[in-house]
Nanobody
């Protein structure tokens, strides 16, 4: 199976930056893609970014385009989320997830139900 360990959350001032990490272990060769999701207070978990492992191609939610960048390090089996120009509305628990299926198309790739394994989440708080 796949285990995901997240790190990098914390308190950041508005306009600042943070970098989240998601280290994968176990059967990492089975991972087709990984995703970042977040859950803001009082809201449902929402899609943030998706990274296809082999190609490192990425897709982002409109709310974070131009500010967030997902990337990977194959040698470390780690996915990153660089977050710049943070806003108070970015405050949320951020989760990484692993997709072992890889046959999703379009918006189906952004649904939480499509992902097989999840990290524990890391809190990002953006102060104004």
């Amino acid at each position: 199976q796949v285990q995901l360990v997240e790190s990098g959350g914390g308190l950041v001032q508005a306009g600042g930056s943070a970098r989240l990490s998601c280290a994968a272990s176990g059967r990492t060769g089975s991972v087709y893609a990984m995703g970042w999701f977040r859950r803001a207070p009082g809201k449902a978990r929402e899609f943030v970014a998706r990274l296809t492992w082999s190609s490192s191609s990425t897709t982002y939610a409109d709310s974070v385009k131009g500010r967030f960048t997902a990337s990977r390090d194959n040698a470390r089996n780690t996915m990153y989320l660089q977050m710049n120009a943070l806003k108070p509305e970015d405050t949320a628990v951020y989760y990484c997830a692993a997709d072992l299926q890889g046959h999703c198309i379009g918006y189906g790739c952004f649904a939480t139900s499509h992902y097989d394994y999840w990290g524990q989440g890391t809190q990002v708080t953006v102060s104004s």
